[in-house]
């Protein structure tokens, strides 16, 4: 008897515990038991970090796109400049040659003095091509830095209302192998980017 006593006060007391719980445990506060749960709570409650695919902005960021075209057609006039004057030196070699060839100079002295002319024009030619690779060499540098500061300044006023603690950069999956798209901020950050580069130019 005193032992259906010990089980029947052993019921009432769980009956009292679960009572309670469901009582005073609201639906969204009481842990459910379900572990599967806990991926779509994760996805509502995600990391406060976000990542950009770099090769992604870059190919569709309208200043980028506008930057490397400003590039190219420098790197075309120098290459159009130095193709020009290479062209006209190699004609004045071939003249050169054929008067040597044909006993065309009237002195040694005159021979010595055009050859003289051709290897300075020859060096000038190199020295040009040098300085005006170092010059798309800086203007590349400088475009990319203006870039830089671009995509770095409108992060910092981008993320005032989003405030993640860490915007990563990612190019060709080297820094990032595997994140969920909910993290990828590419599109929303380059459609935010073109409008304010619009808004800009007008």
């Known amino acids: 008897m005193k032992h ?14 679960v009572l309670y719980i469901l009582h005073f445990c609201g639906k969204d506060s009481c842990p459910s038991g379900n572990v599967k749960s806990s991926k779509a709570a994760a996805v509502s409650d995600q990391m406060p970090i976000a990542y950009i695919n770099i090769d992604s902005l870059l190919l569709n960021y309208t200043y980028s796109k ?4 400003v590039l190219i057609r420098k790197r075309e006039n120098a ?12 004609g004045e070699m071939r003249e050169f040659q054929r008067k040597h060839e044909n006993n065309a100079f009237l002195s040694e002295q005159s021979f010595k003095s055009q050859q003289a002319a051709l290897v300075k024009k020859q060096q000038d030619l190199q020295a040009l091509e040098e ?10 540098q400088k475009m990319n830095e203006q870039l830089r ?8 006023t981008y993320n005032k209302d989003k405030k993640y603690q860490m915007i990563i950069s990612n190019t060709m999956n080297d820094n990032i192998m ?6 990828n901020i590419t ?10 580069y619009k808004k800009s130019d007008d």
């Not at 259906?4 to 515990?17: C, D, G, K, Q, R």
């Open 4 to 17: 259906t006593n010990t089980i029947v006060n052993i019921i009432l007391a769980v009956s009292i515990v």
């Open 66 to 69: 506008d930057l490397n075209e």
């Open 79 to 90: 290459q159009a400049t130095l193709t020009q004057k290479a062209r006209q030196l190699d």
């Open 131 to 140: 300085n005006l690779t170092q010059q798309l060499v800086k203007e590349q």
């Open 149 to 156: 500061d671009s995509i770095y300044k409108f992060l910092r």
């Open 178 to 183: 595997l994140a969920e798209p909910i993290y």
């Open 187 to 196: 599109e929303d950050v380059v459609k935010a980017l073109n409008s304010t």
